[in-house]
C-alpha cells in the first residue's frame, strides 16, 4: 500500500490550499485517514482525521474553522482543504491511513499503518 501526498507549495499568509493523498496498491480499504505536519526542529503533530465510522471528522485546536479534511472513497483519496493559513502551518505534511478503526485517543497519535511521503507546505507573512 502506497500513499501518495501532493499539493504543498509556497503561499502567503492568508492564502488557500489544497492538498491530496492517493491510496494504491493492494485494495485496502482504510477506516480512518489522516494528516499529520512536521516543522523544522519539531516533532510530528496532529493536523485532521476523518474515518468511515465516526461522525465528524476530528481537528487539531490550531486548524479548526481553517481547514477541512474530506475523503473521496472510490478515489480512495484523501484531502485537505487549508484557509487563512498562517505562517505557523508551515511544514511538512504528511498522510497516514488505518486499516482498522482507532480508538479515540489514538486518532492523533501516529500509530498508522502506513504513510505518504509528505508534501512541503510554506507560508510566507
Known amino acids: 500500500v502506497q500513499l501518495q501526498a501532493s499539493g504543498g507549495g509556497l503561499v502567503q499568509a492568508g492564502d488557500s490550499l489544497r492538498l491530496s493523498c492517493v491510496t494504491s496498491?493492494?485494495?485496502?480499504?482504510?477506516?480512518?485517514m489522516a494528516w499529520f505536519r512536521q516543522a523544522p526542529g519539531k516533532e510530528r503533530e496532529f493536523v485532521a482525521a476523518i474515518s468511515r465510522t465516526r461522525p465528524a471528522p476530528i481537528y487539531a485546536d490550531s486548524v479548526k474553522g481553517r481547514f477541512t479534511i474530506s475523503r473521496d472513497n472510490r478515489q480512495n483519496t484523501v484531502y485537505l482543504q487549508m484557509n487563512n493559513v498562517v505562517p505557523e502551518d508551515t511544514g511538512v505534511y504528511y498522510c497516514?491511513?488505518?486499516?482498522?478503526?482507532?480508538?479515540?485517543?489514538?486518532?492523533?497519535?501516529?500509530?498508522?499503518?502506513?504513510w505518504g511521503q509528505g508534501t512541503q507546505v510554506t507560508v510566507s507573512s
Open positions: 497516514a491511513a488505518n486499516g482498522n478503526r482507532l480508538i479515540l485517543s489514538a486518532i492523533s497519535t501516529p500509530r498508522y499503518d502506513y
Open positions: 496498491g493492494r485494495t485496502f480499504s482504510s477506516d480512518t
